[in-house]
């Protein structure tokens, strides 16, 4: 049983680094913008590997504390968190030499919430 939330969340990580990446070479070739100082490739597929991994473990622990019965609030939860998680790019500090630090939130916000979305885009096909 662990095997498939397991294989769930890396699955989800892989999804989401790819959609991260992209997403984050369309920003910056579309507005002109270089911010691989501070969020380079490596930092994206570790973030997405530890959030769905994450989401993965709990899910497992809820799965065999209580079934079933709380998936729809644990993705209620998981969706709070991620929107939460957006608090810490607001206060990030970029380095003075950046150019348009006021670009890096509209970059960095929604990779916040690709692990959920990969995560939740998979699970019908990791029926319990």
């Known amino acids: 049983m662990w095997k498939t939330f397991l294989l ?3 699955l989800a990580a892989i999804l989401s680094s790819i959609a991260s990446i992209i997403y984050g070479v369309i920003y910056s070739t579309a507005l002109y913008v270089d911010f691989s100082k501070v ?3 490596n930092s994206i597929i570790g973030a997405s590997i530890f959030g769905c991994i994450l989401i993965a473990i709990g899910q497992l622990l809820l799965f065999k504390w209580k ?3 709380l998936f729809g609030v644990y993705n209620v939860v998981v969706a709070i968190l991620s929107f ?3 608090l810490g790019v607001l206060g990030f500090r970029l380095p003075l030499d950046i150019e348009s630090p ?3 939130i509209g970059l960095a916000i ?3 919430f690709f692990p ?3 995560y939740f885009t998979l699970a019908p ?3 319990r």
């Open 110 to 112: 929604p990779m916040h």
């Open 116 to 118: 959920a979305f990969a």
């Open 39 to 41: 969020l380079n490739s």
């Open 67 to 69: 079934g079933e019965k």
């Open 102 to 104: 006021e670009l890096f």
């Open 84 to 86: 939460a998680s957006v």
């Open 125 to 127: 096909f990791f029926k």
């Open 8 to 10: 769930h969340g890396i």
